[in-house]
T-cell receptor, first 115, second 112 residues
Framework: DADVTQTPRNRITKTGKRIMLECSQT?????MYWYRQDPGLGLRLIYY???????NKGEISDGYSVSRQAQAKFSLSLESAIPNQTALYFC??????????????FGPGTRLTVL | DAKTTQPNSMESNEEEPVHLPCNHS???????IHWYRQLPSQGPEYVIH???SNVNNRMASLAIAEDRKSSTLILHRATLRDAAVYYC?????????????FGKGTHLIIQP
């Protein structure tokens, strides 16, 4: 079974709809992240969470919100989706025992299309 | 995090070594050098990281220049499955915002 899972894997929605993307991990890591990737570009950080009670904005948080329901679950919401939020979304986890030392582990991604 | 510069693309032949360069002239003493790769239709995958000394793992080797202003990811014997975008990323070990800053990376093409 995959260590980091994302649901749904693909989603098509309409402008103005509320969308939630979910991420679960079995790695036991305390830190979780949400990134988006646009075609031909690298990933950009949306939000990150050090633990259940600690959530931080990343580079491009406008238009997004997150919820850390448990150590293993981190959800990303688009309250009112717009077409320029069409992108590939990745969840990732890391271990805080060495902040820059250990790598991040990524899920398979969710392809979101907003019409 | 300091910026890195990588070639847009590189091409190599299967079963030959591949050397992927990365320049990071503004690196600070507390920055670790991380490498990730992203295979088509997949999430990024951690490859290797280092601080000052060269590093080896089952996937690759990382050669770091003595002045730390550049590094090279070495794939010792490339396979078709190594075709991916490779990202060189600097990550500060100090406090502050977390997360990785991805550039455009190097698109590695492997010819059979």
């Amino acid at each position: 079974d995959a260590d980091v899972t994302q649901t749904p894997r693909n989603r098509i929605t309409k402008t103005g709809k509320r969308i939630m993307l979910e991420c679960s991990q079995t790695k036991g890591h305390d830190r979780m992240y949400w990134y988006r990737q646009d075609p031909g570009l690298g990933l950009r950080l949306i939000y990150y969470s050090f633990d259940v009670k600690d959530i931080n904005k990343g580079e491009i948080s406008d238009g997004y919100s997150v919820s850390r329901q448990a150590q293993a679950k981190f959800s990303l919401s688009l309250e009112s989706a717009i077409p320029n939020q069409t992108a590939l979304y990745f969840c990732a986890t890391s271990d805080s025992s060495g902040r820059a030392i250990y790598g991040q582990f990524f899920g398979p991604g969710t392809r979101l299309t907003v019409l | 995090d300091a910026k890195t510069t990588q070639p847009n693309s590189m091409e190599s032949n299967e079963e030959e070594p591949v050397h992927l360069p990365c320049n990071h002239s503004t690196i600070s003493g507390t920055d670790y050098i991380h490498w990730y790769r992203q295979l088509p239709s997949q999430g990024p995958e951690y490859v290797i990281h280092g601080l000052t000394s060269n590093v080896n793992n089952r996937m690759a080797s990382l050669a770091i220049a003595e002045d730390r202003k550049s590094s090279t990811l070495i794939l010792h014997r490339a396979t078709l499955r190594d075709a991916a975008v490779y990202y060189c990323i600097l990550k500060c070990s100090g406090g502050g915002a977390d997360g990785l800053t991805f550039g455009k990376g190097t698109h590695l093409i492997i010819q059979p």
